[in-house]
């Protein structure tokens, strides 16, 4: 399945960049386990995600829970707590 | 009811966008406004500006639908929500709130709850710029106790939501 990911704050800093469209891997059926295989593909992602559970999630622009199916998503987004207001 | 959101990088005259909500609706008893205005420290050491990150789209849709919900929830005739991202200087606004009523009860409540929800599900992120660098402001978990209290009487809601 492919889909386009983006990052914001430092999710996006530690990554290095801000988006990326990603082919993924069969048996990846949510959005905690999107995030463990993020943070096997390299440094940059592993620092990004090595704290997994404070990080948010959205799929195509809505809040979404670590338990929440990505099939069908088009766009998902992870990022830190927010902090605006 | 009227509503308005905006997002912006340019100043925002919360006086000015105040009295556009009210121009012209007699019906109009009661106006509450918040502005967020950048201050000049952050705990406790001086700050050059923040820097305000947002995710375009969805921060929009964010603010609309609890504009939306908080207009199910009181009597309103007007909301205006308008937030700034970019770099913003101490003494400048950050965000305005202004809520328009009959009576002055919903337009109070109604306020602080998008204030409240603004804080903690709107896709904002604030990075602060000090003497020796820049650093993520970290969320505070006051913000998201003040967010929590709206929700513990409604039903069927998603953690998440």
């Known amino acids: ?85 | 009811m009227k509503a308005t959101v905006r997002l912006q990088r340019e100043p925002l005259d919360a006086a000015v966008a105040a009295a556009e909500l009210a121009r012209g609706h007699e019906d109009i008893g009661a106006l509450v406004t918040f502005t967020g205005i950048c201050r000049g420290d952050e705990n406790g050491k001086p700050i050059a500006a923040l820097t305000l990150e947002h995710y375009p789209g969805m921060a929009e849709a964010e603010i609309e639908r609890h504009v939306a919900e908080a207009s199910e929830r009181w009597p309103l005739l007007g909301v205006t929500v308008v937030h700034r991202y970019g770099r913003i200087v101490p003494g400048e606004n950050i965000v305005l709130v202004a809520t328009a009523s009959s009576h002055r009860a919903a337009a109070f409540s109604a306020a602080e709850f998008l204030m409240d929800y603004l804080k903690t599900r709107a896709p904002f992120w604030k990075q602060v710029e000090m003497a020796d660098g820049k650093s993520w402001v970290d969320a505070r978990t006051i913000d998201d106790a003040a967010a929590e209290r709206w929700s513990a009487p409604r039903r069927g809601r998603e953690a998440a939501e």
């Open chain 1, 1 to 85: 399945m492919s889909v386009k990911l983006r990052y914001f704050a430092w999710v996006r800093e530690r990554i290095g960049k801000p988006e990326e469209t990603v082919d993924v891997p069969p048996g990846i059926a949510t959005v905690a386990e999107l995030m463990v295989w993020l943070g096997s593909r390299g440094e940059e992602y592993a620092y990004a995600f090595k704290n997994a559970k404070v990080i948010r999630a959205a799929i195509d622009q809505r809040h979404v829970r670590p338990d929440t199916a990505i099939k069908g998503a088009g766009e998902i987004a992870f990022f830190p707590p927010m902090t605006g207001g």
